[in-house]
């Protein structure tokens, strides 16, 4: 295929493991960073990897959007919580009709990319992936790596794309099962099912996912907490079958044990996306007649802690979603 011109937007695990898949795969990615952008430049992109370590000595790093050359794709894989900088950022590195791929966790980011002038479609990117990043430049892959692509639509299944064939068809090149999804909000809510008791129990037991299932009363509440987002999922047209909650319970006991993104940013005092993977989600629940009360109880729970944390810190508390 003709190798397509990608601009990866945040430079940590997941943006650093799938970037340097798709430019060992010979696409012309460029790498927008910050911290890391000197490191790029000299060192280059490290990978460790269960299925094969490599390396890429050059990598075209920039730490100014304005450097960047027009992409036809942008996979933003920055948390949501630097989501503000994205209006900002999207038309200087995206070529005129770009497309945006919220490598992200959560709900309602998509609804506010496509409201940004110059982002053409803009795609839900779901990667179920057990990946950290262990330094500059350096990433640790440990388990899985699929990606499920879906396109927005407001309010509406997309179907499946032009633009979402092009960017499977590059993954599945680069090495990455791939899955297009046709309805966005159904792929998010079934993410969902995951992240938000995994994620945060983590923080809240200070437990990786191994231990987590090793406790027969949490995985209980797991599985609890589960049919409350599937029932949400429901109420808002998008049924997920009772055989997935198992089929997550299970997947989870296979993995190797790991510590969710929200536990890694929760120790290294960096804000949680609790907006995107709790408060909204929660509101769209309850505004379909299917509250999600284990999940509003762990929403508060997280904010006091998240709170304690900060004030020890003497950092200033993060604001309440609305």
Not at 140 to 168: C, K, Q, S
Request: hydrophobic share 50%.
């Amino acid at each position: 295929m003709t190798p397509l011109r990608i601009v990866v937007v945040g430079t940590g695990a997941v943006g650093g493991y799938y970037g340097a898949l798709l430019a060992r795969a010979g696409h012309d990615v460029q790498f927008l960073a910050r911290s890391d952008h000197e490191h790029l430049l000299r060192h280059g992109l490290r990978v460790e990897s269960v299925r094969g370590d490599f390396s890429l000595p050059r990598v075209a790093a920039h730490a100014d959007p304005a450097a960047v050359r027009p992409a036809e794709l942008a996979l933003v894989a920055l948390k949501t919580t630097a989501n503000a900088a994205l209006p900002a950022l999207l038309p200087r590195v995206l070529a005129p009709g770009g497309a945006a791929v919220l490598l992200q966790n959560g709900l309602g980011e998509e609804e506010r990319v496509a409201a940004i002038p110059g982002v053409g479609a803009v795609l839900a990117g779901l990667a179920f992936v057990c990946v950290t990043k262990v330094g500059p430049g350096h990433v640790r892959h440990r388990d899985y790596g699929a990606v499920r692509l879906a396109a927005y639509a407001p309010g509406a299944a997309a179907g499946v794309t032009p633009v979402m064939e092009r960017l499977g068809a590059a993954l599945e090149g680069a090495g990455v099962p791939v899955t297009l999804e046709p309805d966005w909000l159904a792929a998010r809510w079934r993410k969902l099912v995951w992240n938000v008791p995994y994620n945060g129990l983590s923080v809240l037991l200070r437990a990786d996912t191994g231990a987590l299932m090793a406790s027969p009363p949490v995985c209980a509440l797991v599985a609890a907490t589960m049919r409350e987002v599937t029932a949400a999922s429901a109420a808002e047209g998008r049924p997920i079958a009772d055989e997935f909650v198992e089929e997550m319970l299970a997947l989870t006991r296979g993995m190797r044990p790991y510590l969710p993104s929200m536990r890694l940013d929760f120790d290294a005092g960096r804000p949680l996306e609790l907006p995107a993977m709790y408060a909204v989600p929660t509101a769209r629940a309850r505004a379909a007649g299917a509250p999600m009360v284990r999940v509003e109880a762990l929403l508060a729970e997280l904010e006091l802690l998240v709170a304690a944390r900060d004030a020890e810190r003497g950092a200033a508390p993060e604001p309440r979603p609305q």
